[in-house]
């Protein structure tokens, strides 16, 4: 019996370790699939600023998975990278591709980067952001795990994270922010920021977010009350939509926050979500 149980206790062992082993072996092999770029010869715009740049990418959630100061975190089982130092690293190309396309300089698509929501960042916008990045100090220390972690290399293998490349659309972004039309500056903010959450047909996750269509039931100042200090209609808390209203979105300008509200009002916006 003493002999039995020595043996399965190894072959547990054994077994354990080939089940590791095999998920760490698959998901890599999953995770260095090569994917072609779109050639978008992106350029950093040359009246970029700094300033706006740092209030683009705490609108755009840019902290929240990177850290407070961009150097890198553990987000869900997968690593954030530090931006302080791939800002430095890599080209305007290179970083183009990373954040809109979600294709790292090796070809390799990342996971979990809201690339299908940036996907629709103008080039202006995204000159600034690069340029904010680049003026940070340099950190060199990172302590969080380069590594996903077990069970996020097992939702690779079971497709529940996707690599972010498949969802990334054929056209180009625009070169500029459409910001003398209040409604075309409103489906730009729509679908490269409130994409991240509610979906990029803004039409919610089931559980987590709700259809976007729902904000036709606010009024404009209950509207402003929302997006700057999270209390939804009725007074209600309305949890992460809450915490990035103070956090985030807080920095929307009153013609950025009024255009979002012309846009979700108008007829285009019925006709975008049928």
Request: glycine share 6%; net charge negative.
């Amino acid at each position: 019996m003493k002999t039995f149980l020595i043996r399965l206790g190894l072959f547990s062992l054994l077994f354990g370790l080939a089940v590791i082993a095999s998920v760490y072996g698959v998901s890599r092999w999953m995770m260095q699939e090569k994917y072609p770029s779109q050639d978008r010869s992106f350029a950093i715009s040359h009246d970029s600023d700094v300033q706006e740049g740092m209030r683009l990418a705490v609108i755009r959630g840019c902290t929240d998975c990177h850290g407070k100061t961009l150097t890198g975190a553990d987000f869900y089982g997968l690593h954030a990278p530090n931006l302080t130092t791939l800002s430095q690293q890599y080209s305007d190309n290179d970083l183009e591709r990373s954040i809109r396309q979600a294709i790292r300089p090796d070809g390799t698509s990342l996971y979990s980067m809201t690339s299908n929501t940036y996907q629709y960042l103008s080039d202006v916008d995204l000159s600034h952001i690069i340029v904010y990045l680049r003026s940070i100090e340099h950190a060199s220390k990172n302590p969080v795990s380069l590594s996903p972690s077990f069970q996020y290399r097992i939702g690779i293998i079971l497709e529940e994270h996707q690599p972010i490349v498949d969802s990334i659309l054929t056209q180009a972004p625009p070169k500029l922010t459409p910001s003398n039309n209040a409604e075309k500056l409103g489906k730009y903010l729509a679908y490269s920021v409130c994409a991240e959450c509610h979906g990029v047909d803004l039409k919610g996750y089931a559980g987590f977010s709700p259809n976007l269509l729902t904000t036709r039931a606010y009024q404009r100042l209950d509207f402003k009350m929302l997006m700057t200090e999270g209390i939804g209609l009725g007074g209600r808390d309305l949890g992460l939509m809450s915490i990035s209203s103070r956090e985030r979105f807080s920095l929307f300008s009153d013609d950025e926050l009024s255009a979002l509200f012309t846009y979700f009002q108008s007829e285009q916006f019925a006709l975008d979500m049928q």
